[in-house]
């Protein structure tokens, strides 16, 4: 069964990682959660990185203390979701180690290729079916369970929630069984299978738990079995992919007509070689609940959850074809079939191609991948009537189709964008040309339901040679056959004498990926205020560290830091940061804490704020997290330059959270101010603008300034 793989992504699984890929805005975990050590502590906690343990960023905390094992104290990064005409923009910044396109001096080393993709689900839930009921549990009552669905959305605080809330060290999470849990106090634990696939960045480092089905046959196992094999997944674990993909993964056979090189693939429990065994990874090692197979190739040709944002292409030319080929754009198929002894669709099979399928009592389904879905039109008339400008509607089987036949109303995805993979020169885990990271601007989605989203971003960075042809199959597996193999002999000749080398080649190397993932972040629904304007995200990268300590990571930074719009824009301030650094780490404060905070400099040659006039003055809040209505330049000012400790200055507006509080007072390096920054959104008069960061801006060590230029 043949296949061209257009863009060959691959992956190493046993060898010592000299060269990586690193997402620094928003911050990439390397698979880190919240370790105080300069080592990441399980390489295959959510994903198949290939990256130095060394990297990565930590989880963000929302106070001054370690989240610990408290879900509900981590801070996800909330950014407002673009409007149904105006965009959302934010900044995705990453290096990476091995070189990647020409410079058109005609030193390109490698070929090499860029995949930029998202997931989401609604926050607080684990699918994307928003009819999927979820219980609310009570307490027990002479042995019995008293349970009631969920009332979505409810208030609770004042704000309104579309899923489940976190709650706290039980690693579960709750919701109310009425509309206002602040009225009426009423709530249950949340209970559904679908809450065990709810992204998550968990409280532990260990892996996801699986348990592979427990039939003697490959298609033995009842809905009963998979679906107690699925309750021993843990809340507290993190999760991207689901527990059904990985069964997707383990069960279904992999593609045969792929180039293998000279490695033995082993085989799962049933004897065949499934897609959790490719030429990268040969043994199956699981990492997470991640397919191997899919992680390795691009374009994959059956359903993936993964959206695409970006195509960064070796050869440009290409582009048309990739787009084509996108899963946002063009439906695949999978074989469907029953669970034994039912009707109940089974959510794996063994069979990856149209013949076997069919053979096998399957039926060879098409399958589309979704923004979200839209269950409020059930007529095809109705849902493709739907498209606007802003969205298109269509009618097809959702990938995640819960009995295989039902079509549904699904949003359509727009097409990735694809150019030409960024110059950065080869061992050198650094900037590119024009002395800027690597980075793309990606434009959010726009969720007709403005429902509240958890998601997640990947990046993976594919290196290959130019010792074999891009479309090398299957005809060329075996090690007589493969034009590369492992740790070659090779010798030069002259005079009739012989000189004998051997090579450094690992043939599991030769096309390989290096990847790496966000913590999860919210893309929330734009409030009146928001709607028809351009947002501009102003985040902060880097962590605890001098250039060695902070290594392969980066010192403290504002993204973008040189940022340029119009009176008409806005730009969104925000930041997070971690208190579980390793405590050796140099820097300014408390040991082993990231703090920023923003004040105004009358140029990026001072380092001194300006205490006579602030930025500020020329700023109208268009929002901001705490909802104080019509705070003042002064009273920002002092929000901003506390990371969020101070509110305002006069305790009559603020209480608690006022400068002239004498009972609560900050220490002058942050120490106990919140190491994350919820925001503000900001509307600046035209002007050029530039800001720094008091605890990391040390002269001659680090530099933290930013300038915002409006016209």
Not at 596 to 625: C, E, F, G, R
Request: with cysteine.
């Amino acid at each position: 069964m043949p296949f061209l793989i257009l863009l060959i992504l691959a992956v190493l699984a046993f060898v010592h990682v000299e060269g990586d890929i690193y997402f620094h805005n928003p911050r990439g975990s390397n698979n880190r959660l919240n370790e105080k050590t300069d080592n990441r502590q399980n390489a295959n906690r959510v994903f198949d990185s290939q990256n130095n343990n060394k990297g990565g960023y930590n989880i963000g905390d929302k106070q001054s203390i370690p989240s610990a094992r408290r879900e509900d104290n981590q801070y996800q990064m909330k950014y407002f979701q673009s409007g149904r005409v105006e965009k959302t923009k934010l900044t995705l910044e990453w290096t990476n180690q091995h070189g990647c396109g020409n410079n058109n001096n005609g030193d390109q080393r490698n070929y090499c290729n860029h995949i930029i993709q998202y997931m989401c689900q609604p926050q607080g839930r684990g699918s994307n079916n928003p009819n999927d009921e979820i219980l609310g549990e009570q307490k027990r009552r002479r042995g019995r369970v008293l349970s009631a669905p969920c009332k979505f959305p409810f208030r609770y605080k004042g704000k309104m929630y579309n899923g489940c809330i976190p709650a706290g060290a039980v690693g579960g999470s709750w919701c109310a069984t009425t509309s206002n849990y602040d009225v009426d106090k009423k709530r249950g634990y949340c209970k559904s299978h679908s809450l065990k696939d709810r992204i998550r960045d968990g409280v532990l480092t260990s892996t996801q738990l699986y348990k592979t089905p427990r039939s003697r046959r490959f298609n033995g196992e009842n809905y009963a079995a998979a679906l107690g094999r699925k309750k021993s997944s843990s809340n507290r674990r993190a999760i991207h992919e689901g527990y059904e993909w990985y069964d997707k993964c383990y069960m279904r056979a992999r593609n045969n007509g792929l180039f293998a090189a000279d490695q033995k693939l082993k085989t799962n429990k049933y004897k065949y070689s499934s897609a959790i065994h490719t030429r990268q990874n040969p043994g199956g090692t699981r990492r997470g609940l991640e397919c191997p197979e899919e992680r390795d190739y691009y374009p994959y040709w059956h359903p993936t959850p993964w959206k695409d944002i970006a195509i960064l292409a070796d050869d440009k030319s290409r582009c048309s074809d990739l787009v084509r080929k996108s899963f946002n754009t063009k439906p695949y198929h999978e074989c469907i079939e029953s669970f034994i002894g039912s009707a109940r669709k089974k959510h794996y099979s063994k069979w990856n191609n149209r013949v076997q399928c069919t053979a096998n009592g399957g039926r060879w389904t098409e399958l589309h991948n979704f923004l979200e879905k839209a269950p409020g039109f059930t007529t095809q008339a109705a849902c493709e009537g739907a498209t606007n400008p802003s969205n298109k509607y269509i009618w097809g089987i959702p990938y995640d189709t819960k009995d295989g036949n039902s079509k549904e109303c699904l949003v359509a995805l727009e097409e990735p964008a694809c150019k030409q993979s960024p110059w950065t020169r080869s061992n050198h885990l650094g900037n590119g040309q024009g002395g800027s990271a690597s980075n793309f601007t990606w434009n959010l989605p726009y969720f007709p339901s403005e429902t509240p989203m958890t998601c997640v971003l990947r990046i993976r960075y594919n290196i290959s040679t130019g010792d074999f042809s891009k479309s090398t199959d299957s005809k060329s597996n075996g090690k007589k056959r493969s034009p590369v193999t492992q740790d070659p002999k090779v010798y030069l000749s002259s005079q009739g004498k012989r000189l004998h080398l051997q090579l450094a080649l690992n043939t599991n190397q030769y096309g390989r990926t290096f990847q790496d993932r966000s913590h999860t972040f919210v893309l929330q629904p734009r409030p009146n205020a928001l709607k028809f304007s351009t947002i501009y995200n102003l985040n902060v990268r880097g962590k605890r560290g001098n250039i060695v300590q902070a290594y392969p990571a980066v010192e403290y930074d504002f993204v973008p830091n040189n940022l340029k719009m119009t009176q008409y824009d806005m730009v969104h301030i925000q930041w997070t940061g971690s208190n579980t650094n390793n405590a050796g780490a140099e820097g300014e404060g408390k040991a082993g804490t990231d703090r920023s905070n923003l004040v105004s400099i009358d140029n990026l040659m001072k380092n001194y704020p300006n205490n006579k006039t602030s930025m500020l003055t020329n700023a109208q809040v268009m929002w901001i997290y705490h909802n104080v209505d019509s705070i003042s330049a002064a009273d920002l000012t002092m929000n901003l330059a506390s990371s969020g400790f101070y509110r305002c200055i006069n305790q009559g507006k603020c209480q608690t959270y006022a400068l002239d509080n004498k009972r609560r007072k900050m220490q002058d390096q942050l120490n106990n101010a919140p190491a994350s920054f919820e925001g503000v959104v900001l509307r600046f008069k035209k002007g050029t603008y530039n800001y720094m960061c008091t605890r990391n801006n040390n002269f001659t060590n680090r530099n933290q300034k930013g300038t915002i230029t409006v016209n």
